[in-house]
């Protein structure tokens, strides 16, 4: 045993029956000691019960009303299926027979208040697209109290967040007005440590798409106690059609 054994030296060592050994099989034997105290610490280690890793998860919603799920604490990401509303594709339509590119707007406006008239060109249906923006605004606000919105409309020529990915807010409202929706990954098909990458993805079967019209309420970051859990999401790849994906965004603000 170890405590038989004491060292004298490089050269030999004296075992409980008073023979010289070499002093290495003792050496070894301290080794071997160590390696099985080690290896018990590491069991013990791996057996303590450690606190499970929260599982965040999505949810559709069968009404706007629905839509308050997103407040539950594991629940970061709700769907709603809808239709484009009548009237802001004509809006969309008019732009594109004048030739005008509806791009980077954006405004802080107070819940339920339409854009600035200056910021949205005076065309057939102009009113339809000032009507969802007040809603949906006024959604975002009812859902999380705060004082104002941000709002972001864009038709990006090229997917503006090609990569998987998470926001850095509270809470973010989105929907597409033409073209395809947003895509986002179920938990258990997402690698956080990954996010950047396209090896976020673990299996393809995980990537979720919105309709076109469908609104999507995202929890991102900075919601209390979201650290880490953020939806994680991205553009859908170009489809290469003639027409423009045209996006609505709305964030919180405080």
Known sequence: TIRSARWIG????????????????????????HLIMNYQMQKRIRSLELPPIPSVRWEN???????????????NLV??????????????????????????????????????EDALPDLPGRDALQSE?????ELLADLTGCPKTGIRIEMPDQPM????????????????????GTEWLDEAGTDRRLLGSDHVIRE?????????GDI?????????????????????PAEGTQQRRVLFACDAVW
């Open 10 to 33: 490089p050269e030999s060592a004296v075992n409980a029956a008073g023979r010289r050994t070499s002093g290495w099989p003792a050496l070894s034997l301290i080794l071997q000691y």
């Open 61 to 75: 919603a069968d009404a706007f009303a629905d839509l308050s799920r997103i407040l539950e604490p594991l629940v």
């Open 79 to 116: 769907r709603l299926h809808r239709a484009v509303p009548h009237g802001i594709q004509s809006y969309l339509n008019a732009l594109d027979e004048a030739g005008i590119r509806l791009n980077c707007v954006r405004s802080v406006v107070l819940p339920g208040d339409p854009l600035p």
């Open 133 to 137: 923006i007040q809603r949906l605004s």
């Open 161 to 180: 967040c090609p990569r998987m990915h998470v926001d850095h807010v509270t809470l973010r409202l989105i929907t597409t007005w033409r073209g395809p």
């Open 204 to 212: 393809r079967a995980a990537v979720h798409r919105a309709n076109t």
């Open 216 to 236: 999507l309420i995202l929890k991102g970051e900075r919601w209390p106690g979201n650290s880490g859990l953020g939806a994680v999401h991205r553009s859908p």
